[in-house]
């Protein structure tokens, strides 16, 4: 199996970062606009007029960890996201892992380069100086 790694310094407390990634209104800030709650309890994230959704399931969570379980998408099925929170008072170091890939693709090259900069997204939301989600409604947003 293969796995996505990265690991980002925030200048913002833990908790803040915490509330931009248990949701789908906290991905809408940084990952997707096009992020929704359903009825059951999952996210969905529409990319490109919604012709890509993925499906997420919060599987567990605490003050130190989110981890969400990818229902869809013919690579990203069965992987899972988890956010890493280190609590350092004024800072939080985030590590976040997509795990569970079941090879090293060109489409997992590629999302290991979008989860780096969605790192840096999702950064300058916790720190107050967001530059919005990378994907809007139906494009980039570079």
């Known amino acids: 199996m293969a796995n996505i790694r990265h690991s980002i310094l925030i200048d913002a407390p833990a908790e803040r ?4 990634v248990i949701s789908a209104a906290g991905f809408s800030e940084w ?12 996210a969905e994230l529409g ?18 960890e989110i981890l969400w379980r990818c229902e869809t998408g013919e690579e990203w099925n069965g992987t899972r996201l988890r956010f890493a929170l ?7 170091t985030l590590r976040f892992m997509h795990e569970g890939w079941a090879n090293e693709t060109d ?13 840096y997204r999702l950064k300058a939301a916790a720190e107050g100086k967001s530059r919005g989600p ?8 570079y």
């Open 17 to 20: 970062v915490r509330s931009l």
């Open 31 to 42: 990952w997707a606009a096009d992020s929704s709650g359903t009825e059951d309890g999952a």
């Open 47 to 64: 990319f490109f007029n919604k012709s890509t959704v993925y499906r997420l399931r919060l599987e567990s969570q605490s003050a130190q």
């Open 86 to 92: 280190t609590d350092s008072g004024p800072t939080t």
């Open 107 to 119: 489409y997992f090259t590629s999302c290991n380069t979008t989860w780096g900069e969605l790192m």
């Open 134 to 141: 990378l994907f809007l409604a139906d494009s980039l947003a």
